[in-house]
């Protein structure tokens, strides 16, 4: 078969390992016709980026439940949930009623909205959505009760769940740990829950994930992929989930370096 490039080789790693408990250093190395050194380097960035864990001759898929807490990963993929946030904020316009989810993706987006000269309203479980918009002069904050988890800088729970049905958006954003062709997923059940509720209380849903949750699955399903109305990501995702998206008619939003805007 033809030689792979680097991003389709590890992407087929990752693919492999969702279906799949382990690979060895030395079946992908005769599968990808590459050498075992170059598999190693592979493995090794995955799992930097968090996708699997590093065994002895290979590589195991990381528990669908461990996830790092918002502040580790908040140091991460900086720059790319940057842009993402900046393209966002192009869909807020003056007098929106928000609902911002926890996640680190969102807690960029809030950077961002802050400083617009627009007035709106944010409803939140993040616990640092509300505080970096309680600096602005133009935003209203309603902040959800709930269970509060420090390590998410949220609050989740019934309490969450009930209060959320008191109100109505006009927009939303959301984060996921993962998200394919058939669904969105998240590492946390109960974040999960909270995202489903946002979702039914949101005339509009988009999506902020980074291109390293593209072909994810996680623990918790939150919706089919057609329950968003957009995806706004940092890279174009593959041509089979360029279609999926297209064909649940997901308004595919690529914030790529030195650009904004919709993807073509």
Known sequence: MDKLSK??????????????VAVRISDLAEEFDVTTETIRRDLDALAERGLLARTYGGAAMRALTDEP???ARAQTYVAERERIAQNAAQL???????????????SHLARVLAQLPIEFKAITNSIGVARILGHSDTASVLLCPGDLRLTEEGVFGPETLDF???????IAFIGAGGFTAN?????????????????ARAER????ADQTKAGITQFATICALGAIDGLVTD???DEALVEALAEAQVDLRIAEQGKTGIAA
Do not use: C
Not at 100 to 106: K, L, P, Y
Not at 205 to 208: K, S
């Open 7 to 20: 991003r389709e080789r590890q992407d087929r790693i990752v693919t492999r390992l969702n279906t799949t």
């Open 69 to 71: 807490g918002i502040a």
């Open 92 to 106: 807020v316009k003056s007098g929106d009623v928000l609902i911002i989810d926890a996640g680190s993706t969102t």
């Open 164 to 170: 959320l049905d008191r109100y109505h958006a006009n």
């Open 183 to 199: 669904e969105i997923s998240d590492a946390d059940a109960a974040g999960a829950a909270v995202k489903r509720k946002i979702i």
């Open 205 to 208: 849903v988009y999506l902020l």
């Open 235 to 237: 890279a174009r995702p």
